[in-house]
Protein backbone atom coordinates (compact mmCIF):
# COMPACT_ATOMS: atom_id res chain seq x y z
CA UNK A 1 0.00 0.00 0.00
CA UNK A 2 1.56 3.21 -1.15
CA UNK A 3 1.25 6.12 1.67
CA UNK A 4 2.07 9.40 1.34
CA UNK A 5 2.99 11.76 4.32
CA UNK A 6 3.73 15.50 4.98
CA UNK A 7 5.71 17.19 7.25
CA UNK A 8 7.13 21.22 7.90
CA UNK A 9 4.07 23.47 7.74
CA UNK A 10 3.92 26.17 10.39
CA UNK A 11 3.87 29.80 10.47
CA UNK A 12 6.43 31.94 9.16
CA UNK A 13 6.54 35.75 8.73
CA UNK A 14 5.86 37.07 4.52
CA UNK A 15 9.71 37.55 3.79
CA UNK A 16 9.97 34.06 5.20
CA UNK A 17 11.13 30.50 4.58
CA UNK A 18 9.78 27.25 5.16
CA UNK A 19 10.45 24.09 4.24
CA UNK A 20 8.35 21.29 3.56
CA UNK A 21 9.03 17.12 3.58
CA UNK A 22 7.21 14.78 1.38
CA UNK A 23 7.94 11.26 2.43
CA UNK A 24 6.75 8.33 0.60
CA UNK A 25 6.39 4.56 0.68
CA UNK A 26 5.41 1.39 -0.73
CA UNK A 27 6.03 2.02 -4.89
CA UNK A 28 7.99 -1.13 -5.91
CA UNK A 29 10.01 0.49 -8.43
CA UNK A 30 11.35 4.43 -9.03
CA UNK A 31 8.86 5.41 -12.35
CA UNK A 32 6.75 7.74 -10.19
CA UNK A 33 6.36 11.51 -9.67
CA UNK A 34 5.57 13.90 -6.81
CA UNK A 35 4.18 17.12 -6.79
CA UNK A 36 3.15 19.69 -4.08
CA UNK A 37 -0.05 21.33 -4.36
CA UNK A 38 -2.11 24.03 -2.16
CA UNK A 39 -5.47 24.48 -1.22
CA UNK A 40 -6.15 28.15 0.15
CA UNK A 41 -9.54 28.95 2.50
CA UNK A 42 -12.11 29.52 0.21
CA UNK A 43 -10.41 28.78 -3.32
CA UNK A 44 -9.96 25.99 -5.36
CA UNK A 45 -6.86 23.66 -5.58
CA UNK A 46 -3.83 24.37 -7.67
CA UNK A 47 -0.54 22.95 -8.59
CA UNK A 48 3.40 24.38 -6.99
CA UNK A 49 5.72 21.92 -7.72
CA UNK A 50 6.25 18.48 -9.43
CA UNK A 51 9.55 16.11 -9.66
CA UNK A 52 10.16 12.86 -11.36
CA UNK A 53 11.48 10.46 -8.93
CA UNK A 54 13.36 8.60 -11.92
CA UNK A 55 15.08 11.19 -13.55
CA UNK A 56 14.57 14.25 -10.82
CA UNK A 57 13.29 16.61 -13.67
CA UNK A 58 11.30 19.53 -12.44
CA UNK A 59 8.79 21.85 -13.17
CA UNK A 60 7.02 24.90 -10.93
CA UNK A 61 4.11 27.08 -11.33
CA UNK A 62 4.63 30.47 -12.36
CA UNK A 63 3.29 32.08 -8.94
CA UNK A 64 5.76 30.08 -7.31
CA UNK A 65 8.99 30.14 -9.96
CA UNK A 66 11.87 31.48 -8.46
CA UNK A 67 10.92 31.35 -5.01
CA UNK A 68 10.38 27.39 -4.17
CA UNK A 69 12.23 24.51 -5.00
CA UNK A 70 11.59 21.15 -5.00
CA UNK A 71 14.45 18.16 -4.73
CA UNK A 72 14.25 14.78 -4.02
CA UNK A 73 16.83 14.02 -0.59
CA UNK A 74 17.99 10.60 -1.66
CA UNK A 75 19.15 9.74 2.23
CA UNK A 76 16.07 10.19 3.92
CA UNK A 77 13.71 9.30 0.52
CA UNK A 78 12.16 12.01 1.06
CA UNK A 79 11.03 15.08 -1.28
CA UNK A 80 11.59 18.53 0.16
CA UNK A 81 9.61 22.00 -0.84
CA UNK A 82 11.70 24.65 -0.33
CA UNK A 83 10.04 27.42 0.27
CA UNK A 84 11.56 31.25 0.41
CA UNK A 85 10.51 34.60 -0.24
CA UNK A 86 7.08 33.84 1.45
CA UNK A 87 3.77 35.92 0.64
CA UNK A 88 0.87 36.50 2.63
CA UNK A 89 -1.34 34.58 -0.70
CA UNK A 90 1.02 31.22 -0.05
CA UNK A 91 -0.85 31.06 2.88
CA UNK A 92 -2.34 27.39 2.28
CA UNK A 93 -2.96 23.93 3.33
CA UNK A 94 0.08 22.24 1.23
CA UNK A 95 -0.16 18.62 -0.33
CA UNK A 96 1.93 16.10 -1.19
CA UNK A 97 0.70 13.87 -4.01
CA UNK A 98 2.07 11.18 -6.02
CA UNK A 99 1.38 8.91 -9.43
CA UNK A 100 2.85 8.05 -12.89
CA UNK A 101 2.50 11.44 -13.88
CA UNK A 102 2.31 15.06 -12.92
CA UNK A 103 1.54 18.74 -13.95
CA UNK A 104 1.31 21.75 -11.89
CA UNK A 105 -1.74 22.71 -13.91
CA UNK A 106 -3.38 19.43 -14.26
CA UNK A 107 -3.04 16.80 -11.61
CA UNK A 108 -4.99 13.71 -13.10
CA UNK A 109 -1.89 11.59 -12.71
CA UNK A 110 -1.20 12.52 -8.93
CA UNK A 111 -3.28 8.74 -7.78
CA UNK A 112 -2.16 8.70 -3.56
CA UNK A 113 -2.77 11.90 -1.95
CA UNK A 114 -1.13 12.58 1.76
CA UNK A 115 -3.87 14.26 4.30
CA UNK A 116 -1.82 17.97 4.30
CA UNK A 117 0.30 20.20 5.96
CA UNK A 118 -1.07 23.91 6.76
CA UNK A 119 1.29 26.80 5.96
CA UNK A 120 0.65 29.94 7.19
CA UNK A 121 2.05 33.31 6.18
CA UNK A 122 1.50 36.46 8.68
CA UNK A 123 1.33 39.79 6.88
Known amino acids: EVQVVESGGGLVQAGGSLRLSCSTSGFTTNDYHIGWFRQAPGKAREGVSC????????SYADYVKGRFTISYNNAENTVTLQMNSLKFEDTAVYYCAAGPWCGVYYWGGMKYWGKGTLVTVSS
Open 51 to 58: ISRNDNRT
